[in-house]
């Protein structure tokens, strides 16, 4: 579900409790059975899992995972320092932010190598780089106040000469012309003003100078240096793996998971779903990925969300970030 349209979802269908296959809690696996903390609603962003559980790859591995969603007012840090969640998943900022704060935790794999963090504009406007936005309206989030300001430091744009105003997540500004621009997702956002016959463009903020990890899998340090918690996360990341790598294979099964079993009762559109489960490929598959494996994070691309974190005035360490448990997944491969 987009972010827009999530409140306006009826209340029952919000109070239904998130679905959990029979068959995958039915009998006890080896490893036994853990939570994942989704970082949203059950919607095309967690299509991997969904084809993990489906295909039964985690059983497989040995685990069963209970899928639980997320939304606007769950934080999966807490949730996973708690011990409710194993593993838990949200952007690299909030995780950063936590840790600063002295949260014990470690990011062990990202699932988006590009952040889908985006200036979506209408095509008519013109917006073709970071230096068209002076003089034009902007409409930004709260929550993306500090992204904002460090994107436009980054690309050398005095705020004084971008008209910024408060902005929800909400289309019909920029559609009336009340916006020339606002920030969304390129995965999200985009599809869903093109699912609905708008002409738009976007500029990637990766591709303008922030280049960020996003969606990142989150554990805490003690479930790394306990023997049984930290070979349920391993299977729980290799089931993780080979669901991702049939999505990314095959948007149109992420579709059809998404709508109709996990995400079903959510008012999704399965057209809207498949693209934007097809735009996330562009996020997720990369160079990097292709010689590593998918959630790998060189020490590039590290040093890279690093800087981009310093910029918004996010600390973090380069120890943040380890991928010991996508090597012991692995195993020496790049594909499962």
Not at 97 to 112: D, E, W
Not at 311 to 316: E, H, L, M, Q, S
Request: proline share 4%.
């Amino acid at each position: 579900m987009d972010r827009r349209t999530f409140i306006k979802v009826s209340a029952a269908a919000l109070a239904a409790p998130a679905l959990v296959t029979s068959r995958a809690l039915a009998d006890t696996p080896k490893l036994g059975k853990m939570a994942y903390q989704l970082g949203w609603v059950k919607n095309f962003q967690f299509a991997g899992e969904y084809i993990a559980d489906a295909n039964k790859y985690f059983e497989q591995e040995g685990i069963a995972v209970d899928l639980l969603a997320g939304g606007p007012s769950v934080s999966a840090e807490p949730i996973v320092i708690s011990g409710k969640a194993l593993v838990g998943q949200n952007s690299t900022d909030n995780t950063a932010n936590a840790v600063a704060k002295g949260a014990p935790l470690k990011i062990i794999g990202t699932n988006y190598q590009k952040s889908p963090s985006s200036i979506i504009s209408l095509t008519k406007t013109g917006l073709k780089a970071p230096k068209d936005l002076v003089g034009k309206t902007v409409g930004i989030q709260a929550n993306n106040q500090v992204v904002w300001n460090a994107f436009l430091k980054i690309n050398g744009i005095d705020p004084a000469s971008v008209n910024t105003v408060p902005a929800q997540h909400d289309f019909t500004p920029l559609v009336s012309g009340e916006l020339d621009a606002f920030f969304g997702f390129s995965n999200d956002d985009v599809v869903q003003l093109r699912q609905k016959g708008q002409d738009v463009s976007y500029l990637l903020m990766a591709d303008y100078g922030y280049p960020m990890f996003n969606c990142n899998y989150l554990v805490t340090e003690a479930t790394l240096k306990d023997k049984e918690k930290r070979a349920q996360v391993v299977a729980f990341m290799r089931g993780a793996i080979r669901g991702w790598q049939e999505a990314v294979k095959n948007p149109a099964l992420s579709a059809q998971l998404t709508v109709d079993v996990y995400g079903k009762g959510n008012g999704l559109d399965k057209a809207a779903q498949e693209k934007s489960a097809a735009a996330t490929n562009e996020l997720m598959v990369t160079a990097d990925t292709q010689k590593h494996g998918l959630f790998w994070m060189t020490d590039k691309s590290v040093d890279e969300t690093i800087a981009t974190l310093a910029t918004a005035g996010i600390v973090a360490k380069k120890d943040l970030f380890t991928n010991e448990i996508l090597e012991e997944a692995f195993q020496g491969k790049t594909t499962l």
